[in-house]
């Protein structure tokens, strides 16, 4: 049986001329040219999501046909703009099942984030925001490794810690600011993880990313400069470049990179607490937590070996696609 509920919150505009556009986006919005008062009435009423028996008596009232109403609901389900037919919710949508139902025509990936594990690796501000953000978006398992466990969270650094984590060590810091957005999630420690998200100053660190390609983990690499940021690539072991096929095209376009990578390696162990203003703090977490949902909910609208650069300033991210370095063996892993 064909669903009568459009998903929730798409807004139903009325362009004049016989024409409904569903949706506010300029690229994702769907138009239907062509309808007559009561088929754009018909439709303004599956907005409103009253029952069935009520959209059905409104149609026969309305004189349009089953024939009609089967071709405008394919044309709104080919877009996938139609609830389940078996969807029998009490609570609204949140934003993230709203957005996985309008990329994905269905809420598959979102159900299964609850099952999915996550660490991340490096978790002093940043880390903690997006530890922070997995559990908002709906990820059952999450945990946090930081740099040193004894490392106590300084008065440069608050958010999104809160002022009593002042002076307090930073890996029960995390763990408390994490709790206090998603309670329920369980912050620990994993035996398998679908993702590991390694964030590095300075430049990749190299020997945590090798252990991670030779044990077949996937994994998103994170690195900070002093004005911009590197996420990704996404690695799957064995099915697309790594981390190191981004170093050696580097070293192809300058010869120096391996020297200045390990000073910049050394660098980042103990880099500046203040290293990312609020603004860059904020977008770097979400380039970092799309990456992320888009390859645990199965999507792969962000390419698999996607590398994106995030400037501090200004907010113009560019995104390029590695290629595997011949001199490189991880596509033999």
Not at 167 to 185: D, E, F, L
Not at 267 to 289: E, K, Y
Request: proline share 6%.
């Amino acid at each position: 049986m064909a669903s009568l509920k459009l998903r929730h919150g798409i807004p139903i505009l009325q362009r004049g001329n016989g024409e409904l556009q569903f949706g506010s986006d300029p690229v994702h919005g769907l138009v239907l040219k062509g309808l007559t008062d009561g088929e754009i009435s018909y439709l303004l009423w599956l907005g409103r999501r009253t029952n069935r028996y009520q959209i059905e008596r409104h149609q026969r009232c309305l004189q349009i046909t089953d024939a009609r109403v089967a071709e405008l609901l394919q044309q709104l389900s080919d877009a996938g703009l139609m609830d389940s037919p078996t969807s029998h919710r009490n609570r609204p949508y949140t934003a993230e099942e709203t957005l996985c139902s309008r990329l994905d025509g269905s809420q598959e990936g979102f159900r299964c984030r609850k099952e999915k594990h996550v660490l991340v690796v490096g978790a002093d501000r940043l880390g903690a925001l997006v530890a922070s953000l997995l559990g908002t978006a709906g990820i059952g398992n999450i945990s946090v490794k930081t740099r040193k466990e004894n490392e106590r969270i300084s008065a440069a650094e608050l958010f999104p810690f809160s002022s009593s984590s002042f002076g307090k060590k930073r890996s029960g810091a995390i763990v408390t600011t994490c709790q206090q957005y998603s309670p329920k999630i369980n912050y620990y420690s994993v035996a398998q993880c679908d993702l590991v998200i390694m964030i590095s100053y300075g430049a990749f660190s190299t020997v945590d990313l090798k252990l991670m390609g030779l044990q077949h983990i996937p994994h998103l690499a994170v690195s900070l400069s002093d004005l911009g940021a590197t996420v990704g690539p996404l690695v799957q072991p064995g099915a697309t470049p790594c981390t190191h096929c981004v170093d050696l095209h580097r070293t192809d376009h300058d010869s120096s990179w391996p020297r200045l990578q390990q000073q910049l390696i050394s660098w980042g162990r103990n880099p500046p607490p203040g290293v990312l203003d609020a603004a860059s703090l904020s977008l770097i977490a979400g380039v970092i937590l799309r990456y992320a949902t888009d390859y645990l909910d199965g999507r792969h609208l962000i390419p698999l070996g996607s590398l994106s650069y995030v400037p501090y300033y200004p907010a113009d991210t560019t995104t390029t696609q590695v290629q595997p370095h011949p001199r490189c063996s991880c596509q033999a892993l």
